[in-house]
């Protein structure tokens, strides 16, 4: 692809995940970084120094005037999505958008259908999906080793200080299952389908946070399947497992299971075969994070490949207001007690 064909992209948001962002922009030839955006003028400064941007801006409105984009990719928090997410699709600007998408089910079906009216193409960036080790075990499922799944266990339990590096966790009246159990229940309905019903138990166990920083949830899916995701951010042991998904699946031919320190063991009609899943990651990332890391980038490699192509992303806007209805779907049913149907998508 020439200089002159590549895809013109400005980064939104230039704090503590979009180091990652930018990084991994750096390792993809097809896209070229035109512009960084902060509200803080000293990080759009940093950012526009450190990852080689021709500009830096504090204001998304006036960065969408100036210059000639493709799309933006989006890395503030959620509060802000809505009306960002607007202004790039007034521009006729394609958009990736961070998880979660917004705080409430009515901002996430607004922010989808701005992009829909404007046939702006939206994906949000939720990339445990795209973890190299997920997509072995998505592989594996998806050919078949273990016959139908039947049985899901998902398990990101951890005590990994979170707060030091993201002070506005501690803040959060909904925290766990908003911040990090969407990613894992997103994983889970890439693997084992859409959710039927859901219970949802929650706990907080740290006094000095706002939230609840335990979840436990147990799904029906639409084919019969049944999976519990559980989350915790209160988890002591040793060794410290952050960031890593410990999974088993349950299928009529067999079982694959995500073991700790990235072993994927895969029992297939009475045979056993396990290896090391944990991938060679680039050198800008950095143990433990480099498994998500590297998710950031192969979640950006798949929005170019979904563009060349002319295909929907996997985690397109109406995708991911099926995870979204999952975790409202969770809060209703620890506030309420009792089963709950997730909601439908927006068309
Ligand atoms: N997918 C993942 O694995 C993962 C991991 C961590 C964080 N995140 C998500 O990334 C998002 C950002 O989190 P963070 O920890 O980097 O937050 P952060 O507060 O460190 O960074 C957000 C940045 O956005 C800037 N900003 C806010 N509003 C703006 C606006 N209107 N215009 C321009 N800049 C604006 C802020 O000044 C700040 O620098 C969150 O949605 C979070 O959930 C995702």
Redesign the pocket.
Known sequence: MSTQQKLRLAV?????????HLHAWSEIPEVELIAV????PA??EAARQRFGAPAA????EAMLRAERLDFVDI???????R??VGLAAAHGVHVIV???LAPSWEDCAAIVESCRAANVRLMV????RFQSPILAVRKAVAEGRIGTPHFAQLSFRSGYDVYS?????ATEKRFILI?LGI?ILDVCRAIMGEAQTLYCLTQQVNPEIAGEDVATTLIRHAGGGVSIVDCSYSSRRLPELF?QTILRIEGSAGTIELLEGYRLRVTSNGAVEERDAEPVTPGWTEKPWHV?QE??LNLQRHWISAWMNGTDPETSGVDNLRTYGLVMAAYASAERGGAVVPAAPVP
């Open positions: 939104i948001g230039c704090g503590f995940f979009a180091q990652n955006c902060d509200r803080d990080r759009a801006y504090t204001d998304v890395a503030t928090t959620m509060e802000t999505h009306a960002l961070q998880k979660p960036h939720e990339n445990f590096g993201q002070p506005y966790l911040d990613h960031p998500v998710s950031v």
